[in-house]
């Protein structure tokens, strides 16, 4: 991931948590909870990313599968963000945060930085 979409990555992030910031859980184990789809009590890749996706299609006001200008004010400089390549990032961390590559992310895991 070059520079440019880190930083957009990265953007994009904080503003899915400000836009989730009134629903967020207390705990690693209340996270996980939300996550885990199937109630299997771990998250697998699909489980995270269509988790952490529903704040970008928050923000994708009009539908389009990108974050743009079309969407509401974007910071100076800001490039426009499309769906696949912030869920390419999406699986690209959740890759990293699977510490024990197991393909499935623990509480533990999950309360790990983003990296």
């Known amino acids: 991931m070059n520079r440019g979409?880190?930083?957009?990555?990265?953007g994009l992030c904080l503003a899915t948590t400000a836009a989730m910031a009134q629903?967020?859980?207390?705990?690693?184990?209340?996270?996980l909870q939300r996550m885990d789809g199937n109630g299997d009590?771990?998250?697998?890749?699909?489980?995270?990313v269509r988790y952490m996706s529903q704040g970008f299609m928050r923000m994708d006001i009009n539908g389009d599968g990108v974050i743009d200008a079309n969407d509401g004010?974007?910071?100076?400089?800001?490039?426009?963000?499309?769906?696949?390549a912030?869920?390419?990032?999406?699986?690209?961390?959740?890759?990293?945060?699977?510490?024990?590559?197991?393909?499935?992310?623990?509480?533990?895991?999950?309360?790990?930085?983003?990296?």
């Open 86 to 115: 912030f869920q390419r990032s999406l699986i690209q961390q959740f890759h990293k945060l699977d510490k024990n590559k197991d393909g499935y992310l623990s509480a533990k895991e999950l309360a790990q930085p983003p990296q």
């Open 5 to 10: 979409t880190r930083a957009a990555f990265a």
């Open 23 to 31: 629903g967020l859980p207390g705990t690693p184990k209340e996270y």
């Open 41 to 48: 009590g771990k998250v697998d890749e699909a489980e995270y």
């Open 73 to 84: 004010p974007m910071r100076p400089g800001a490039r426009p963000i499309r769906l696949d």
